[in-house]
């Protein structure tokens, strides 16, 4: 028997903020940041890893928040515990005191996302299968089993579920062949950070399509003079033939949201990300009416499935941005997945940040392959920055995310980019600190 | 000059799990805990308490965030801060790094609660005056300054801000002399916890009449036959004159609510209170629409003021149960009081906990004196319990709160209490963790 012998959580930050990668028009400053879960078992050869992402300060909370959460993980069969992902799940999620604190949502959930990713993580390693392969292989009975579906039955019940999955199942194999050939498409933002000059646009703008990218996203919303400058420079350099999307990190209350991007609306963009508050189902369903065709994208601070039910329920959403570490791990995202396809929504994962692109990777693969059967108006982000740090780092090619090999969820970070990057005693910061 | 010389927060935790205190479906041994703030000021006369309310485990993570976020408080001087109670507010909300593990929900948001009560609390204590005075010797122009309204243009404006509130000025203090001889209407939940027997419930029901209340409110949800028994037996001692309200802490899909509560019908509920996920907005509609002319009441999970102008927006509600300590404190609920009159629901604020019911009746003379102007279909909670440990406790006589008249917030504890039940290391505690 195989046993998890201790939870060690530690606060890593990337000191990002010094070269303005990740600059929008809400978050200026980032240090990109995780909490970083790691499982170690009595085999010196098995252990779990997985985090959840913030952009600095707090960071601290989340690490102290998810080892607590983990606790209960401490002295347990590592069979048992990847054997019924579903019922650890409900097992940690179960504390009613720390439920108070959401419920589902903010510090408390993103702390049970980091640790949910490193079981997750450790029953790939476990299975010695990549992510996506240990879901696409299970069969519709076993992913009902994992999923929470409570406050969903309004929206999607366990026997659509067993449904859905069990529609694509026969043709499963035939998904993973063609994505071993061509790869999940992508696309990318590291182009268009706010805190760029306009020759470094122009110039990322181009290096995009010469790398074989059919989309790019600019961030906007600080000042709409510049961002007329910034869309028309862009859409010079990439022509009519490359999707621009456009992305307002929240900064707009809903009427002021539908004036800007009607002012940008000669630029055509594919869609418009986070136009308003991220809570607000409503609000995003006004401005979808409002400026469509243009589409509205929004998930990466959807904050648990209850909101995404919502989202789907109103017609919110043209595009699903549902995040890796924000959600509570594959429990939680499979629901959100099984929602939007029924709803008919394409789900194009929010990524970047630090090591997000190696997560959704496996998420996008599982969707096409077990859930969706479509690429059709589906592009995963992509930003190329700290994959260095990342012992399994995600393979772009043409545009397009490789098929990720390794057994696991592609979690692990170098040991020697934690101890650097560790908060505030690693190397880097306490030359610094 | 008068300057804040520190921040104090203490993880202070009652043993309420021992009495089955407040224990209800969802949540069955919360020990009842606040992060409690203190500000401390170079003059040994003046200092600000606050704090938020959680139910044990995760009580030292909402303290640790609360200490983060008061840090900018330091060195300040207190007339700044207290002239300018919108501006400390945006100032403490304003870290970006911090908004990212929200935003404006969770863990974040209760310390942000914690801090801005406590900075409201040293406010009234400057100015000699219990808050709700505070407040309604503001003017219209003055409230709109320390409103948070972002997000809610599309429901609530400044220009409405200032004229709702000016309708009602003139009148103000015809109101509060009515107050000042019959308090302010409230409720007990004191009587109907799921964890009392039978006849304990019996004899609490019985106590309740005696003491005047108008209004009980019963815990249910676990157990349907159980349900159905505790309001019968509720029902026949108050009679048919008294209201009987039940809640049942977000146990049910929304399907499942609509068939429960139909199910007690029988017993004339006014309201069924957290039927489902506080966070779902349309379900809440639904559940409106199924059980009518029983009310849906919710609020004290709702995580901030974008959630309830959806509510109000999607006419989900029909009594708004604001919490004092997960709203980040003024700020954000006059603008929901402002929401609710604007859009007719009546408010009658969450409270019990930990001194909770020293918040509320604060907030209910207000609401009454300068924003909504009748008591029709308004009642406040109240618990009787843990108000031994209040230097201000409220003080509640025939179905009524009594008019505060202590300056401040009524937040501040017994020194001995703090000192008694610190956790880990207070006396209570030493003893037995």
């Known amino acids: 028997m195989t046993v998890i012998t201790s939870v060690d959580v530690t606060d890593v930050r990337f000191p990002t903020s010094l070269s303005a990668d990740g600059s929008d028009a809400m978050n200026k400053d980032?240090?990109?940041?995780?909490?970083?879960?790691?499982?170690?078992?009595?085999?010196?050869?098995l252990a779990g890893y997985g985090f959840t992402f913030t952009i600095g300060r707090g960071n601290d909370i989340c690490a102290l928040a998810a080892r607590d959460r983990a606790q209960p993980l401490v002295g347990r069969d590592v069979a048992e515990i990847t054997d019924d992902l579903?019922?650890?799940?409900?097992?940690?999620?179960?504390?009613?005191?720390?439920?108070?604190?959401?419920?589902?949502?903010?510090?408390?959930?993103?702390?049970?996302?980091?640790?949910?990713?490193?079981?997750w993580d450790l029953a790939a390693r476990r299975a010695g299968k990549p992510?996506?392969?240990?879901?696409?292989?299970?069969?519709?009975?076993?992913?009902?089993?994992?999923?929470?579906?409570?406050?969903?039955?309004?929206?999607?019940?366990?026997?659509?579920?067993?449904?859905?999955?069990?529609?694509?199942?026969?043709?499963?194999?035939?998904r993973v062949a063609e994505l071993s050939q061509t790869g999940y498409p992508c696309y990318t933002t590291s182009a268009g950070w706010l805190g760029y000059s306009d020759e470094k646009l122009r110039r990322l703008c181009q290096e995009a399509?010469?790398?074989?990218?059919?989309?790019?996203?600019l961030k906007v919303g600080a000042n709409l003079e510049d961002d007329v400058r910034r869309c028309r420079i862009a859409r010079e350099v990439i022509g009519d033939d490359v999707h621009l999307m456009i992305d307002a990190n929240q900064v707009w209350d809903v009427p002021q949201a539908i004036e800007w991007v009607q002012a940008l609306a000669e630029f055509r963009p594919l869609w418009i990300e986070e136009p308003t508050s991220p809570d607000d189902v409503l609000g995003h369903a006004a401005v979808r009416k409002a400026v469509a065709p243009i589409g509205v994208a929004s998930g990466e601070h959807g904050m648990n499935r209850v909101l995404f039910k919502q989202m789907f329920q109103a017609e919110a959403l043209d595009y699903c941005q549902l995040?890796?570490?924000?959600?509570?791990?594959?429990?939680?995202?499979?629901?959100?997945?099984?929602?939007?396809?029924?709803?008919?929504?394409?789900?194009?994962?929010?990524?970047?940040?630090?090591?997000?692109?190696?997560?959704?990777?496996?998420?996008?693969?599982?969707?096409?392959?077990?859930?969706?059967?479509?690429?059709?108006?589906?592009?995963?982000?992509?930003?190329?920055?700290?994959?260095?740090?990342?012992?399994?780092?995600?393979?772009?090619?043409?545009?397009?995310?490789?098929?990720?090999?390794?057994?696991g969820y592609s979690a692990q970070m170098h040991a020697e980019s934690v101890a650097e990057y560790a908060y505030p005693d690693g190397g880097y910061w306490s030359a610094r600190v």
Chains 1, 2 share one sequence.
């Open 30 to 45: 980032g240090d990109y940041s995780a909490a970083y879960v790691h499982l170690r078992t009595d085999d010196p050869d």
């Open 86 to 119: 579903g019922g650890i799940y409900r097992e940690l999620a179960s504390d009613s005191q720390l439920r108070w604190l959401g419920p589902e949502k903010g510090v408390e959930h993103l702390a049970m996302a980091a640790v949910m990713n490193a079981v």
């Open 131 to 174: 992510l996506w392969q240990l879901l696409t292989d299970m069969t519709p009975e076993q992913m009902a089993d994992v999923c929470d579906l409570r406050y969903l039955s309004d929206a999607l019940t366990r026997d659509e579920v067993v449904s859905m999955l069990s529609e694509l199942a026969p043709t499963r194999a035939a």
């Open 209 to 217: 399509v010469d790398d074989g990218y059919s989309h790019i996203k």
């Open 323 to 407: 995040d890796s570490a924000r959600l509570a791990s594959l429990n939680e995202i499979i629901p959100v997945f099984l929602m939007a396809k029924k709803y008919g929504v394409p789900v194009c994962p929010h990524a970047g940040g630090v090591g997000l692109c190696e997560l959704v990777q496996h998420l996008s693969v599982f969707d096409y392959v077990a859930v969706s059967g479509s690429l059709e108006n589906r592009v995963t982000e992509y930003v190329d920055h700290l994959h260095e740090h990342f012992v399994d780092a995600c393979i772009v090619r043409d545009g397009a995310y490789a098929l990720p090999q390794a057994p």
